[in-house]
């Protein structure tokens, strides 16, 4: 080589250098890449229209790329790429990872519109906005952090889990953006709003096309803390070695007329931990609480832990009070928040077992129920409907003591082969008698919503704990002196009642 040339090539090589540190020579590079592409394509579009011949890039995308493309998921991935390239004005790459892909050019564009149609994900971004695919990221490893948590790794605290009912009042909700973190694929945004209370883990998932690697996918965020505060519990209970105690012997299965299912105690083990169902009005606190004095396990109310939270001066005193007053259901993650609470505070003094009463009413609380203890028994209570509105609106609370009375006197009349049904009252001792007060929601309108919503949203609750054996329906016969000996007996516990008094 010459002078000439070598001098030439060292310039060409501080050239390179040069544009290279300025980041100049990437960009002619990307360029001329995406450039030969656009050529390429422009040829490809020409040769299939004159020729109706195959383009020469489509079909080029290697097997694997291919595949995944070939899903649902995979095809969101891409799209999700393609939006950050757009976003990052990385145009050239973007020319030139479309055909590599062997995809069109606003493929990716109709791919985000499909999936936040479907889903209910409004992907709307702003100017601020940063791509999607760090939202995913984002949601990701909060997803992420959380399971840490609930694989007992790390424990979440109840200031913790509380802390994020807090910051759940001045989030936007995510279907009104996904900034903050779109949750892993397949949880459904409209869960995150009203859906959220609709408890049922079909609405709009579609958990089998964009499946996740986790179990708890469709689940709210929120939600899914406050499980894991429910979950703790639970594992402490473990390490207590508190396990069951009764539990249906046979197949579990029962039949409408409220046959028996053979409980068998297994001594030196956990307390019981029994569900109560029924419509509003039906009794369950009633029948509850009895069985809870008679067992000694607590009666957990979530019902009266709203009211609780609800008269007191507590954050969510106000919101909690429009939800009841209308006959709503409180969102899942306020009820969980609220039992884990509960749950912990009984825990630490020394309570084992519980009789719940009002949870699960959502199939998504009973899936979470299921997911994190072994509930033994479920017991729904029936009455006639006609029955059910009387007997809310005759239902009395002592202001004082908190006894629960009924000033209405129920006289069903036997008609067209169903059974007549006499209920007596059950008046106040005199000295709750000037104290009673009546519960806000048991006015007719609002006893009516809280039906139509039992039936709307509650009533799969039942059918969730039949296919697992667990569920044992009761008619109630009448008043409390006709059931109370009944729902004794369908629960083998006839004798038990009369040990306990014998031994009192
Ligand atoms: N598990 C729950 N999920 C959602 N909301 C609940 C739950 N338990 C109680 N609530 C709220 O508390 C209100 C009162 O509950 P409760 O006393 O159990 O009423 P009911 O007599 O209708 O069974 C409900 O209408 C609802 O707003």
Redesign the pocket.
């Known amino acids: 080589m010459d002078d000439y040339a070598r001098e030439m090539m060292d310039l060409k090589t501080l050239v390179t250098r040069t544009l290279e540190k300025k980041g100049v020579l990437a960009k002619i590079r990307a360029e001329l890449r995406a450039s030969v592409f656009e050529a390429i394509e422009e040829e490809d579009r020409v040769v299939e229209n004159d020729e109706g011949l195959p383009p020469a890039l489509l079909g080029s995308c290697n097997e694997r790329a291919k595949q995944l493309h070939a899903s649902p998921s995979g095809r969101l991935l891409t799209a999700l790429i393609c939006e950050y390239l757009e976003w990052a004005q990385l145009n050239h790459t973007l020319k030139v990872y479309l055909p590599e892909c062997n995809l069109q050019k606003d493929f990716w564009k109709s791919e985000l519109k499909e999936f936040s149609g479907k889903n209910g994900y409004d992907l709307n971004r702003n100017g601020d906005s940063g791509p999607l695919l760090l939202d995913v990221l984002e949601g990701f490893l909060k997803f992420e952090n959380l399971s840490q948590g609930r694989g007992g790794g790390r424990r979440i605290s109840e200031a913790e889990s509380l802390s994020s009912l807090d910051s759940r009042n001045v989030r936007r909700p995510f279907s009104s953006s996904v900034a903050g973190g779109l949750p892993p694929l397949g949880r459904p945004a409209s869960s995150q709003t009203s859906d959220r209370r609709a408890g049922s883990s079909m609405n709009g998932y579609r958990k089998d096309e964009y499946s996740w690697r986790y179990d708890s996918d469709e689940l709210p965020e929120d939600v899914i803390r406050a499980s894991a505060a429910l979950e703790n519990l639970q594992l402490d209970r473990k390490a207590h070695n508190l396990t069951t105690s009764w539990r249906p012997a046979g197949d579990g299965m029962s039949d409408d007329d409220g046959r028996a299912l053979p409980l068998s105690p297994e001594p030196n083990d956990r307390n019981v931990q029994w569900v109560f169902l029924g419509c ?2 039906v009794g ?1 606190g009633t029948y509850a609480s009895r069985l809870s004095n008679l067992l000694g396990v607590p009666h957990i ?3 009266d832990l ?1 009211r609780e939270e609800l008269n007191s001066s507590g954050p969510l005193a106000s919101q909690l009070k429009e ?2 007053n209308q ?4 969102s899942d993650e306020i ?1 969980i928040n609220l039992l884990s609470k509960r749950l912990e505070a009984g825990e630490a003094k020394g309570e084992s077992g519980f009789i719940l009463d ?5 199939i998504r ?1 009973a899936e979470i129920l299921e997911g994190v203890t072994d509930i033994d028994l479920v017991v729904n209570l029936k009455l006639q409907e006609e029955a059910l509105l009387a007997k809310c609106l005759g239902r009395r609370i002592c202001s004082e003591c908190g006894g629960n009375y009924n000033v209405a006197s129920i006289d069903i009349k036997g008609e067209n082969g169903k059974p007549g049904m006499y209920m007596a009252p059950l008046l106040p001792p005199p000295h709750c008698a000037s104290k009673l007060i009546q519960r806000s ?1 048991d006015t007719e309108v609002v006893v009516k919503e ?1 039906l139509r919503i039992y039936n709307e949203m509650s009533r799969p609750v039942e059918e969730f704990y039949h296919q697992r054996g667990k569920l044992l329906e009761f008619n109630l016969p009448g008043g409390i002196p006709e059931s109370w000996p009944k729902l004794l007996e369908a629960l083998n516990l006839e004798d038990y009642e009369v040990k306990q008094s014998a031994a009192a």
């Open positions: 509003p009005g369950k109310a979530t019902g709203v939800i009841v006959g709503q259901l409180v009820i009002g949870f699960p009413r959502t609380q929601d809280r």
